[in-house]
């Protein structure tokens, strides 16, 4: 939460605490021998507090004192005074009500000093600032003991019984099970990752059983108890960078809420296991073909546009794309997400690719009917291992945004031959969406119907090919209308043949995992698919890895494949001799 200046801070605690000791000390000298009751003079922690912490939370979402100046009593559990913190602190009732609706802890909007163990009376305004219950402004914090100790309460998500986080507000918990890094992406930005329990979270409509309401209730964010964007350490980063799938046990902390979520403040370091440890190359395959479909996330060649900004970040881009194709090395390869540029785009990657793997070693296909997009699909190609049978095709149906890439190919030892269909379904985003396009609340998200009419007619192609195997990003999950359409239609998903339900996904959004990259091959040509994997090299690895330069510690880009784009490339074998 954004704040304004700290008070002044005039001592530490260990120097005011020593002060007020060598105070006593000499208050005490200097009235020995005077009468008894010249030396009781009245303490600020003589007077009480006038309302206990769970009666200011109330049992609903805001307090019922809302408005009004309370004093009352706890221990400090945990203290983010400084200026690049919350500026505050959090108090917790030892003796807490018996009624679980009620919360026993409250934040206090204070710079006066405080440490973790003080037992303090704390007299301020009770009010709800973006939905948090706090003290603001407060008129006297008074410390009056210390080294007191407030157990964490010991919670487990989901909560029983539909309980919501409300009841927790301002405490100091901790949970005893193993949580799961299963969001990232705003852990450079802001200090934030969200776990949850039962493994990392998978969208509902991916086939995997989840349903949003219990992933709702499973999930955690942990934050760092800061203000500052871009911060120059980032948590769990050191010795190795947190990918999603690595867990943790034993989460403590204080529950905070802001910017519309709660949020644990842990007052313990969070040690993560890599549990998801980074795969250095793609699992076997096998087959004497194989076949790829990678979205680049905007691969382009002029600047300043949905790709790099600078020539800095366009070799940044490049070297980290070069090296996700090399690690992949496959012989076809469908691409998404490349500039509509004619071929400079497309021709620049593999000139690049050629150098790393040596003259000649690629070729791309020349798009006949590329769209008007300022992105198209691509397809590159191996000449050593498959040749171009016939021209490439392509399909000015208007339900098109950017048009499919059709080729037949025939492998170089072998007498099978396949035809690839690259293709690029329409975003799931909202911009422009209107009657069936719109949100229909299913889950699909809009432009569903838009991708299922996409997806017809890319089963008509598919029908008239020879050895179909359609790639591509479809925007759709693995349980959704438009991927049902295709398998309707006969063709056959091979992630879901080869590939284990809880390494099934190619992105995440929102913190939840998915398939949108998929690979469906004829009936015919499946049964010479020898493996399928996804090799994730992206999806769980933090956004600050990537390419660009604006929000990233320079010390963390590596010219290597982990976070080359946002979507996991898709990779699968073909025995065709």
Not at 193 to 199: H, L, Q, Y
Not at 311 to 340: F, Y
Not at 468 to 496: C, F, H, I, M, R
Request: net charge neutral.
């Amino acid at each position: 939460m954004v704040r304004g200046p700290p008070s002044a801070r005039p001592y530490p605690p260990a120097m005011r605490r020593t002060a007020a000791a060598l105070a006593a000390v000499l208050t005490a000298g200097l009235t020995a021998g005077a009468p008894a009751a010249a030396a009781a003079e009245p303490s600020a922690c003589d007077t009480p507090a006038d309302h206990r912490i769970a009666d200011v939370q109330g049992g609903g979402g805001a307090s019922p004192v809302a408005g009004r100046t309370v004093r009352v009593e706890g221990v400090v559990t945990a203290d983010f005074q400084r200026s690049d913190q919350l500026k505050g602190f959090f108090v917790q009732d030892p003796a807490p009500d018996r009624d679980p609706a009620t919360s026993d802890g409250i934040f206090v909007y204070s710079t006066t000093e405080v440490a973790a163990g003080d037992r303090v009376l704390v007299t301020g305004k009770a009010v709800e600032y973006n939905g948090l219950t706090e003290l603001s402004p407060v008129s006297a914090v008074d410390v009056c003991g210390t080294r007191s100790r407030i157990a964490p309460a010991r919670v487990r998500l989901p909560l029983r019984d539909g309980a919501t986080l409300e009841r927790y507000e301002g405490m100091l918990l901790r949970f005893e099970q193993r949580l799961t890094a299963t969001e990232t992406y705003t852990l450079g930005r802001y200090g934030e990752v969200t776990v949850s329990a039962g493994g990392r979270l998978f969208q509902p409509t991916d086939g995997h059983g989840s349903t949003q309401e219990r992933n709702d209730a499973s999930r955690l964010l942990v934050d760092d108890a800061s203000n500052v964007q871009n911060p120059d350490t980032i948590p769990y980063t050191d010795p190795r960078v947190l990918r999603i799938g690595d867990s943790t046990y034993g989460l403590t902390g204080v529950l905070n809420y802001g910017f519309g979520k709660y949020r644990l403040e842990p007052t313990r370091t969070a040690h993560f296991a890599g549990t998801n440890p980074r795969p250095a190359k793609p699992r076997h395959v096998g087959g004497d073909v194989r076949v790829a479909s990678f979205n680049t996330l905007n691969w382009f060649t002029t600047l300043n546009k949905r790709g790099a900004d600078t020539a800095e970040e366009q070799e940044r881009q490049l070297a980290k794309l070069t090296a996700a194709l090399k690690g992949l090395d496959a012989d076809v390869v469908g691409l998404m997400e490349v500039e509509n540029n004619g071929d400079t785009a497309v021709k620049a990657l593999v000139d690049r690719l050629n150098q790393a793997a040596g003259p000649g070693t690629y070729a791309w296909v020349r798009h006949p009917y590329p769209g008007t997009d300022e992105i198209h699909v691509a397809l590159i190609y191996r000449p050593a291992k498959v040749t171009p049978s016939g021209a490439a095709r392509s399909s000015e149906d208007p339900i098109f945004d950017r048009p499919p890439l059709v080729q037949t190919f025939r492998p170089a030892r072998g007498t099978t031959p396949f035809t690839m269909i690259v293709n690029h379904f329409k975003s799931k985003g909202c911009d422009g969406a209107q009657g069936p396009d719109k949100d229909q609340g299913d889950g699909q998200s809009c432009y569903n119907a838009r991708r299922v009419a996409q997806a017809k007619a890319i089963s008509a192609i598919a029908a008239g090919a020879q050895n179909p195997l359609v790639v591509g990003d479809l925007n759709a999950y693995a349980s959704e209308d438009p991927v049902k359409v295709l398998t309707g239609a006969g063709l056959v998903g091979q992630t879901e043949r080869f590939v284990r339900p809880d390494e099934r996904y190619s992105y995440v959004f929102d913190g939840q995992a998915g398939e949108l990259d998929h690979v469906l091959a004829g009936r015919s040509l499946s049964r010479r698919v020898t493996g399928a994997t996804i090799w994730h090299v992206n999806s769980d690895e933090p956004v600050f890895l990537d390419y660009n330069t604006e929000f990233n510690p320079a010390r963390f880009y590596r010219p290597d494949a982990f976070r080359s784009s946002d979507h996991d490339p898709v990779l699968l074998g073909l025995r065709l001799r």
